[in-house]
């Protein structure tokens, strides 16, 4: 018996298979016991062709996950209890698997052979959904084309080999050579973020592969200081950075870096009512913010999904991308939902998976709890983020935006914001100051003394 998956309209071929090597591997796990401990976190039973093939594998990976010894006898003994000798064959079929077999030895290449075949087969599966959806005009055009995205990019995901379990002295070679490099000055330690004490603090700024949470209460000038440093590593590095918006238009982000390259407040663009030396400054800051490497998206109700497809397409035409601006969590999720903390949990999950495995820096943006309000003390804490305690969980690093003068007018504090690192995996925590110009929502370092 054959899979069942659907095949039809290829031209009547019969879809990809080796028998020969499904058969040799049946035999080499009836011949030597320790075969399917090699082939257990590989090779799954479906990608067997023939039906029979699959009992019997089967068969064999119940037995290693009882710690049972795997023979001809344990998996006759097996498929017998469970009804199942029969169908594939009766005995006289695992007397010929291992009758036809020399050796176990080029086990894990056969078993390549058929993973193959088996991604092959279910591309083609997906080629046949993907048509028949074309031509399926009950749903809009743009969400098929999303769900055929989805079927590629998930047999993609099914395709990649696990390399996850490594030895750990060929990690420490990979890790010295890193840190030599680094010291010679041939690599950087991290993204620079131009604001010079906190790449100081955290060891040379952002890392691949980091969930960087951003949070602080409205006002505070979160989405003006991630869309700064998105523009800024994008100018610096001359590499690409994306701008996820699922509140401000791209219009919108771009009259900011207008203001603040040069330092006319928006208030101008709204009005038009600007002077000659306004317009010649104008000009000049459109020349610098047209960085040709940053990408906004301004898409609604985007979800991880989505900004998974998007990256992944940016990288494979521009490159390996240096930083992933998204703003803001809460507006991923349906915030009437009582399932709200699992939803934001499993937005979090997702989207830092994404960034190890595009290892890009993802910076997240968060509302904070309403809580903060009624502290006498406003600064924001990790306790502070909203409807969810995995936030801080699945993060690499926390940051707190806070600015002393929005609740106190009398502050000595006034034109600073502080960049609260609350939490760091790879690094220390602590206080980074700012200066902050609010009327073009401009952060800048503060002089050093």
């Known amino acids: 018996m054959t899979q069942t998956l659907d095949f039809a309209g290829v031209n009547d071929q019969l879809p990809p298979q080796n028998i020969e090597a499904e058969e040799a591997i049946l035999g080499g796990i009836l011949l030597d016991p320790n075969a399917t401990e090699m082939l257990a976190d590989t090779l799954v039973s479906e990608a067997f062709y023939i039906q029979a093939h699959r009992d019997i594998y089967h068969a064999a990976l119940q037995l290693n996950l009882q710690h049972k010894h795997i023979d001809l006898l344990t998996v006759t003994s097996w498929l017998s209890d469970h009804n199942l000798l029969e169908r594939v064959g009766g005995r006289n079929k695992l007397a010929s698997l291992v009758g036809g077999t020399v050796s176990a030895v080029n086990i894990d290449g056969l078993a390549q052979i058929v993973i193959d075949k088996y991604n092959a087969r279910n591309l083609i599966a997906a080629a046949n959904q993907i048509l028949k959806l074309a031509y399926d005009e009950s749903l809009p055009i743009a969400e098929r084309v999303d769900l055929a995205e989805q079927k590629i990019f998930s047999l993609r995901h099914q395709t990649q080999t696990d390399k996850s379990v490594r030895m750990n002295r060929d990690i420490t070679i990979i890790n010295f050579d890193e840190i030599e490099r680094i010291s010679h000055g041939e690599q950087e330690p991290g993204i620079a973020t131009g604001f010079y004490d906190f790449d100081a603090l955290t060891g040379g700024g952002f890392q691949p592969g980091q969930l960087i949470i951003v949070c602080a209460r409205p006002g505070m000038g979160k989405s003006g200081m991630s869309s700064q440093l998105a ?16 509140e401000m238009s791209g219009e919108e982000i771009n009259k900011r870096f207008l203001s603040s390259e040069s ?21 000049q800051a459109a020349d610098v913010v047209d960085v040709p490497t940053l990408m906004i998206d301004d898409s609604t109700g985007s979800t991880p999904l989505q900004i998974r497809s998007k990256l992944r397409k940016a990288i494979a035409q521009y490159g390996q991308v240096k930083l992933v601006v998204i703003d803001y969590l809460q507006l991923m999720v349906d915030s009437s939902s009582n399932r709200l903390p699992q939803m934001i ?52 690093m926390v940051l707190g935006l806070y600015r002393d003068e929005y609740y106190n007018a009398d502050t000595p504090d006034r034109g600073t914001a502080e960049m609260i690192i609350m939490k760091n995996r790879s690094g220390a925590t602590g206080i980074v100051k700012l200066l902050f110009e609010p009327r073009f929502t401009r952060f800048k370092n503060l002089k050093r003394r």
């Open 231 to 246: 523009f800024s590593i994008a100018r610096d590095y001359n590499a690409p950075t994306m701008i996820f918006s699922l």
């Open 263 to 283: 330092g006319i407040e928006m208030v101008h663009f709204t009005t038009g009512n600007m002077s000659s030396d306004q317009w010649k400054s104008l000009a």
């Open 345 to 396: 949990g499993a937005v979090t999950r997702e989207l830092k998976l994404l960034a190890r495995e595009c290892n890009v820096p993802i910076m997240l943006l968060s509302q904070l709890n309403r809580g903060v309000e009624d502290r006498t003390n406003k600064r924001p804490m990790l306790s502070d983020l909203r409807d969810s305690g995995r936030i801080e969980e699945d993060a690499d």
